[in-house]
């Protein structure tokens, strides 16, 4: 009996239905992430978005504060480097709105625009660079528009590394 012809084309149509769910779920979980990031943003419930954040950027985000607190206890708060907090936008205003606007995938991250708006008019765009982490979609930096430039040189990490560093 000889195999069937059908058989090789059957298994290919099931590899790409498979790779399609998994693409498909992955769409889902970008935007939560991007809309949950864009709620958190305009409460100003700055904290709890360590919680979107890759175990890398959550460390280096609390090590930036554990320094920072160092610096306050020895000089007071208001020399300390991050009197204002941890820069997680690039405007320190608060955003009366926020959206994610497009995205892009990139070497291993996908890149998602956040637009902001805030009451006094202003507009600007941030980048979430998103990584997968344990089966989620996660924060893994924050990128920041240079005016009036607009483009994304500097992000959180950076940021966070170039505050004490100096």
Known sequence: ?????RFPV???L????LAGGSAVSAG?????V???FCELQTADDLMRLRD???ADLRAVVEDAEARNAAIADTSGQDGAPLADG?????????????????VSAAANVTIVDIAYASDSGERWTDRLVLKP???????????????PTDTYQAGLRRVLADTFDQ
């Open 10 to 12: 059957l298994i290919a």
């Open 1 to 5: 009996m000889s195999p069937d012809p």
């Open 34 to 36: 991007s809309n949950l």
């Open 133 to 147: 982490e344990t089966g989620e979609m996660r924060i893994d930096d924050i990128l920041f528009a240079s005016f």
């Open 28 to 32: 889902p979980d970008v935007g939560d």
């Open 52 to 54: 979107l954040m890759t």
């Open 14 to 17: 099931i590899a790409v239905l």
């Open 86 to 102: 941890v820069p997680y936008r690039g405007m320190v205003e608060r955003p009366a709105s926020c959206v994610a606007s497009s």
